[in-house]
């Protein structure tokens, strides 16, 4: 995102070559402006059709795209307060929620046990994928074929996937407490 003062607007007038949307946009706008040029050329030039016809409906057409383009911007103007706003807090809760679980994690476990901080490591990864493709109603194997999980082995992959690894996270916690490898007190509960 770029900070900008907004009482100097005009200076970002001449900045568009820096935009990442107008350069990805430049070369469709250019075949475009190219297949418009072709058309007008034909209708024009070769077909010899009225002039005064051709520009009463090149109006007709730019009042259409108005209207659609004005629609267009109220439905995507809207957008985030039906849903989008919810997703991304709802993301951004997950974040929240994984990086204090990871936070609690690192603070209770031993620096040398690389074992167990790997394995939360990757399963609080995991878990967020899982949620990923579960919610987006994708089957939920297809994000961990790509990528071997060994600390999936033997677990059943259907069903809610998601709700499987939060409980082998909560697994894992108790056993490495009951193994008193994380020593918990009345502070942590």
């Known amino acids: 995102m770029i900070a900008y003062n907004p009482k100097e607007w005009f200076t970002f007038i001449f900045r568009l070559h820096k935009a990442d949307t107008i350069q990805k946009l430049t070369p469709m706008m250019i075949a475009i402006a190219i ?3 072709l058309i007008a050329y034909l209708e024009l030039d070769f077909f010899q059709l009225d002039k005064e016809s051709v520009a009463k409906n090149i109006t007709v057409v730019h009042s259409l795209l108005g209207f659609v383009l004005s629609l267009l911007l109220v439905f995507r103007q809207h957008s985030p307060m039906t849903g989008g706003g919810k997703e991304g807090r709802l993301w951004g809760s997950l974040v929240n929620s994984s990086r204090n679980l990871s936070i609690k994690l690192d603070a209770l476990l031993d620096t040398e046990d690389k074992e167990n901080r790997i394995f939360f490591a990757e399963t609080i990864g995991l878990y967020a994928n899982t949620l990923s493709a ?3 109603s994708e089957e939920q194997r297809l994000i961990l074929d790509e990528i071997d999980h060994p600390e999936l ?3 059943d992959q259907e069903g809610h996937l998601p709700n499987k ?4 996270l909560i697994n894992k916690v108790n056993n490495l407490v009951k193994d008193k490898v994380i020593l918990l007190n009345i502070y942590y509960l």
Do not use: C, E, P, R
Not at 165 to 168: G, Q
């Open 35 to 37: 297949y418009g040029g």
């Open 134 to 136: 579960h919610l987006s």
């Open 165 to 168: 690894i939060t409980a082998l």
């Open 153 to 155: 082995k033997g677990m």
